[in-house]
């Protein structure tokens, strides 16, 4: 009996298995998962309007469900870019390896989803840890760090000792989470009381204060209040976070700060004998390298504003000081330096101030791998291709030729519609 | 006969198409030809005054001719020259066009004041420019995007205005008739001004008066001139060439004038006196001069002088169209001999505009593809290219119908795209690569060529199969063939092309793919054709379902091409146009719409309702 049972669990297990096989390896699956990838891809298209570039990248491609807003409901309504990808992925090796075979007819198709493979793979891992950052500079100014397009941190700097800063830096979200931090470098606790992802800072006058605005103890907060704004996408426009912390000691509250990127200067305020600065500013990565700008030019062709070409004239120095030269960063020229690409991406302050985009991306050689790839299996496909098809007519030219002005005709084969 | 008719028709296409490229000739007795080829300096290129002409024109009213009141019509440099020289006239020609009923209103005028309901002077507008103006500023504040159809209209009028006074200040002074002769009483008395110059102003100066008038006249031409057409005295950089303001400038502190500049002053002069001996004296010797001094910049200002006046295109379109009717009528009416003639006659306009298109690339330096405009000629040559390859092997006036119609179809929205202005534009900085616009750009345009070529198929297909008997088993089978083979190129072309961009995404940016809109319109005709061919090579699709993906591949194509271009947002949003948006409508509405008369069951559609032949 209780083989019966068994034998009927292991041949549903089978089959069960043998479907879920035969729907990975299936070309309907291929084809809808295509079907997907274009609604998505166009839809993220359209977004871009809305959202802006970051956004959409988030919400449809780097993420396995695309959720819609609809009222205060939050809907799943498409799978995600990893979700369409993923399955892709597996569908294409599934069904490559179910029904590899090795033909040299065959090899160029392989090659190419082989190649394929590479690419989406590629893209996920450029998703998961490329960085992009920017780095602006006024002529004279020198820098050794990018700063984050969207993130912020909130950063103590202990300035005590006058050789060096110490340097405690915490990112946005965690502000944002509203949990006490409590660091081993830090002699006091950091409570965010309040949070404003974006908001602008205006004077605290009588109306404001007894409209309930919240009041700061110390520094530039004692006379301003915060009105918070909303949350923009606008790749024109930039976010101005704004916290309310407050630090507490082992003997008590040391006070309430204001802290904005709006506010251009750290606050500082003592404690246990040391200074401490206070400030929220966008997020920096230091690179090896400081760059100074020399000089930038925006050549506009003669008598309009068309751009002709913008370009920096920077000096490289490494801190080790084995380096130490000029390198010009132009339109389609960027500089490639310790795994990072910098290109100009624009300018301002009336052509004295160049703006350049760091990218890092470890992955890199990827798309270039799967292009050779893909590149080669089109070369062996097509080659194959056209050499049958010249056997083809050399065969034909022994035999007699059509006659003259004969119509299409279906050449070989039976004409199926 | 039959034979004689087909080498006749082509011979007479021939024969046009050589009597539209013989030199322009003057209907006058001014010589306005040669006046049309003197070179200038304009939105940092260097062209002729005839370009400068068209151009203006297509912005300013959408064509290049001008009809006055007086129902006289007038070459394009025969209005620079009026512009130019006699604005009171100019100010009466009806070569602004205002379609706007609001803006009408707003300027209290009808469209039955209007030549052709829709043309107006400035004379006409003159009582309410101030509100016009106000209007403009109102706008200006407005995200072009935002913008409601009256705020635009008033936009574009405006720009309208600003680009014929641009005009007219580059070479005369604003509001005065007697300029021209100040400036001929000026000239004897500039080697004076220099010797003048170490005591008091005035000094040993015979006419203190007319030198201080005249120098701010100068400043106010250097500050509203669009053109700048005095040559260097020596030096080939386009960047010294000089606006006549900034070269009588210059002659008040050399105390010597530019010939070029005189040679403006005495133009004029003739011009307005009406002494065509000596207009045309003035015109030659000026050309003569440039021809000996910039010897480069003249041989490039004439070819395209020529090329303007010949308008290859325009004939290229009218015989595609020739083509495509005979290729038509083909399938119904004697095959061998209509089907013969409309191949010649799409080889004769594929010839034509090949040569077009590598004039442009000569003058321009450049690949074939570097803005919209170009991009529209292009993937009609490619198709027609590929169209010439099909009509060859299969040699059933398939190809030189679709052929005719890609050919027709993309000259006319190119020409759509000519009225933004000029078409050999310069590239912005981000563009200016010729080796990636010679790859990336060109593989991706013929991508967009062949997925058009494949649904043009795919429509002939559909076309012929519901809406004549024509369709039998032997042309179905080979269309069939023709549209996978074209899908199998478009999938490698496009594919190739996008990985190509990648690249170049690469080498600039220091990513190889970034989403932008751009970018994922080239993904989703690779994406589109790839369904096809697994749709195909899985079985999911017959004849009739590879023909209706293929129509939807048309729609694909055109948004990847112009739709990103209407989001208005990227790294690639350098096109941008909104105009286009309900043309782009229509086609998708039309797409749609062959694709639901393709649904009628096979056994309704007039081809296949009798038993194939047996």
């Known amino acids: 009996m209780s083989t019966t049972t068994e034998s009927i669990r292991q041949s549903f297990l089978r089959s069960a298995l043998r479907e879920g096989r035969d729907f990975l390896v299936s070309m309907k699956l291929t084809l809808v998962l295509l079907g997907f990838s274009m609604v998505l891809v166009f839809a993220a298209t359209l977004d871009q309007v809305n959202l802006g570039i970051w956004a959409v990248q988030e919400k449809y491609f780097r993420s396995f469900v695309v959720y819609t807003q609809v009222g205060s409901l939050v809907l799943p309504v498409f799978p995600g870019g990893y979700a369409v990808g993923g399955l892709l992925f597996l569908n294409l090796i599934a069904a490559h390896l179910y029904r590899f075979a090795f033909t040299l007819r065959k090899a160029g198709l392989q090659l190419v989803h082989f190649g394929l493979i590479v690419l989406l793979v590629g893209e996920l891992l450029s998703g998961l840890w490329q960085r992009d950052a920017h780095l602006r500079l006024t002529e004279g100014e020198t820098k050794s760090y990018a700063q984050s397009f969207r993130d912020h941190e909130l950063v103590l700097i202990d300035t005590t000792d006058a050789a060096f800063d110490d340097v405690i830096a915490i990112p946005e979200a965690v502000l944002a989470s509203k949990r006490s931090i409590q660091h081993p470098k830090l002699p006091f606790r950091i409570q965010p009381k309040s949070y404003f992802p974006n908001a602008s800072l205006i004077a605290r006058t009588a109306s404001t204060a007894a409209a309930g605005a919240e009041k700061i103890a110390n520094g530039v907060g004692e006379r301003l209040t915060v009105v918070p704004r909303a949350y923009t996408h606008r790749p024109d426009e930039q976010n101005e976070p704004a916290a309310i912390v407050e630090l507490t000691g082992a003997e008590g509250s040391l006070g309430t700060w204001l802290v904005s990127t709006e506010i251009p200067m750290a606050q500082e305020f003592q404690h246990e004998g040391r200074t401490w600065r206070l400030t929220l500013r966008t997020h920096r990565t230091y690179l090896p390298v400081s760059l100074t700008l020399l000089k930038f030019s925006h050549d506009r062709y003669a008598g309009t504003d068309i751009p002709k070409n913008f370009s920096s004239r920077l000096r490289l120095v490494t801190p080790d000081g084995h380096e130490d030269r000029e390198v010009l960063i132009y339109m389609n020229n960027p500089l490639r330096y310790a795994g990072r690409t910098f290109y100009q991406a624009g300018f301002q302050n009336d052509d004295r101030t160049t703006i350049l985009q760091v990218v890092r991306n470890p992955s890199w050689t990827l798309p270039y791998i799967a292009c050779t790839l893909m590149t080669l299996g089109l070369l062996l496909q097509f080659g194959l291709h056209l050499l049958g098809f010249i056997g083809k007519r050399r065969a034909a030219a022994g035999t007699p030729a059509v006659p003259a002005g004969a119509r299409a005709t279906p050449v070989t084969g039976p004409a199926t519609p | ?614």
């Open chain 2, 1 to 614: 006969m039959k034979c004689k008719f087909s080498l006749v028709v082509t011979l007479i296409a021939v024969a046009a198409v050589v009597f539209t490229l013989r030199p322009p000739r003057n209907t006058g007795e001014y010589d306005v030809v040669g006046f049309g080829r003197w070179p200038t300096l304009v939105n940092g290129r260097l062209k002729p005054l005839d370009t400068v002409a068209r151009t203006s024109l297509l912005m300013m009213q959408g064509r290049q001719r001008v009809v006055t009141a007086e129902a006289r019509t007038l070459a394009p440099a025969e209005w620079l020259l009026d512009v130019f020289y006699r604005p009171e006239l100019a100010d009466t020609y009806p070569v602004f066009e205002i379609v706007n009923p609001d803006l009408l209103g707003l300027l209290n005028l009808a469209t039955t004041d209007g030549a052709g309901g829709k043309r107006f002077s400035v004379r006409q507008m003159l009582p309410k420019l101030a509100e016009l103006e106000r209007q403009t500023k109102l706008a200006d504040g407005v995200e072009s995007a935002v913008r409601t159809p009256f705020q635009r209209a008033a936009v574009q009028l405006s720009n309208a205005l600003v680009l014929y006074q641009q005009l007219q200040d580059s070479i005369n002074a604003p509001g005065r008739n007697d300029f021209f002769a100040q400036l001929e009483r000026l000239e004897p008395l500039l080697p004076t001004l220099v010797q003048g110059q170490a005591a008091k102003v005035g000094d040993g100066v015979a006419d203190p008066k007319l030198v201080l008038v005249l120098a701010a006249i100068f400043a106010t031409m250097e500050n509203h001139a669009s053109l700048r057409p005095i040559p260097p005295a020596a030096g080939t950089v386009a960047q010294d060439w000089m606006g006549v303001g900034a070269a009588w400038t210059a002659a008040l502190g050399k105390g010597q004038v530019a010939p070029a500049a005189k040679g403006y002053a005495a133009l004029g002069q003739a011009w307005r006196n009406r002494q065509p001996e000596k207009f045309n004296q003035v015109v030659r010797v000026q050309l003569d001069d440039l021809g000996r001094t910039q010897p480069a910049v003249m041989t490039r200002s004439l070819i395209e002088a020529r090329f303007n006046s010949s308008e290859p295109f325009y004939s290229a379109a009218v015989i595609y169209v020739l083509g495509f009717l005979l290729g038509v009528v083909s399938w119904l009416k004697w095959p061998e001999v209509l089907g013969r003639t409309a191949f010649r006659l799409l080889l004769v306009a594929f010839a034509l505009s090949t040569l077009g298109i590598a004039t442009r690339m000569w003058l321009e330096s450049r690949p074939p593809v570097t803005n919209l405009y170009s991009s529209a000629l292009f993937v009609g040559w490619a198709g027609v290219g590929l169209c010439v390859v099909l009509e060859r092997l299969h040699r059933n006036g398939v190809g030189s119908v679709a052929g005719g119609a890609i050919g027709f179809a993309t000259l006319v929205i190119a020409h759509h795209l000519a009225l933004g202005g000029d078409t050999l534009e310069m590239m912005r900085a981000v563009l200016d690569s010729n080796f990636w616009l010679a790859t990336h750009v060109v593989t991706i345009t013929i991508g967009y060529s062949a997925t058009f070529l494949a649904g043009f198929l795919a429509l002939i297909y559909v076309l012929r199969g519901t809406l004549t008997g024509s369709l039998n088993q032997a042309s179905a089978t080979s269309l069939t063939r023709m549209i996978y083979g074209v899908v199998c190129f478009a999938t490698l072309t496009s594919f190739v092309g996008t990985i190509l961009g990648g690249i170049w995404a690469d080498q600039s940016w220091g990513r190889f793919w970034g989403w932008d809109p751009k970018e994922n319109g080239a993904l989703l005709i690779v994406i589109w054709n790839a369904i096809l061919l697994h749709a195909r090579w899985g079985g999911f699709v017959q004849a009739r379902g590879l023909a209706v993906l293929a129509i939807c591949g048309n729609i694909v194509t055109a948004w990847s091409w112009f739709g990103v271009n209407m989001l208005g947002v990227g790294l690639h949003s350098y096109g941008f146009m909104d105009a286009a948006f309900w043309g782009l409508v229509g086609f998708v509405a039309s797409q749609l719409a062959i694709v639901a008369l393709a649904a009628i069951p096979l056994e309704r559609w007039r081809s296949f309702r009798r038993p194939a032949a047996a």
